[in-house]
């Protein structure tokens, strides 16, 4: 599985705080024996966010792209809306997922506003922006990742003949 990880934050971007977060998906993928084909940490501005993971999907042919950070209701944050610009396809039940799981820890949780779906091959999940929500929220997903990133690149089966 090759990933490009994207992590949205004016701070982070401008050197004044470490991006763990990024790192926390980088450690969680590995095990799967994803190839990272990109790292990028870029401000939260739209345009820049939504040509970034375009160039991942289209140039790089990532399998999957993973953002941190800007999911919240600061004016600042605008990861949603990059993600939306770039996808074809919506994958709500990811999201939902994340959610509801979320909430059994903290009521903030339905708070995201963290939006996936699919452009061309490529799955484009938003993350949160700490390193604890981000352990959480992927590992809702991780589980049913494998067989969605099949299905999605035509290496699997049929999903009548999984059940």
């Known amino acids: 599985m090759i990933v490009g990880i994207l992590t949205a934050s004016d701070k982070g971007a401008a050197g004044q ?8 998906i980088r450690r969680m993928m590995e095990p799967l024996g994803a190839e990272v084909a990109e790292y990028a ?4 501005d739209r345009d820049r966010l939504s040509a970034a993971m375009r160039h991942m999907a289209d140039d790089l ?3 999957l792209i993973l953002t941190t950070g800007g999911t919240g209701f600061s004016p600042r944050d605008v990861t949603p809306e990059a993600t939306l610009d770039v ?6 039940g990811l ?6 799981k979320g909430m059994e820890a903290t009521p903030r949780a339905m708070l995201s506003r963290a939006a996936a ?19 959480e ?5 991780l589980p049913v ?19």
């Open 117 to 135: 779906g699919i452009r061309g091959q490529t799955l484009i999940v938003n993350l949160p922006g700490s390193p604890k929500a981000v352990r």
């Open 17 to 24: 705080r470490e991006d763990e977060s990024g790192q926390v």
């Open 137 to 141: 929220n992927l590992s809702v997903i």
């Open 145 to 163: 990742l494998s067989h969605g990133m099949e299905m999605l690149t035509g290496r699997g089966g049929e999903c009548a003949a999984a059940d």
């Open 95 to 100: 999201t939902e997922a994340m959610r509801v």
């Open 87 to 92: 996808v074809e396809r919506l994958t709500p």
């Open 41 to 44: 940490v870029l401000p939260d």
């Open 61 to 63: 042919k990532c399998d």
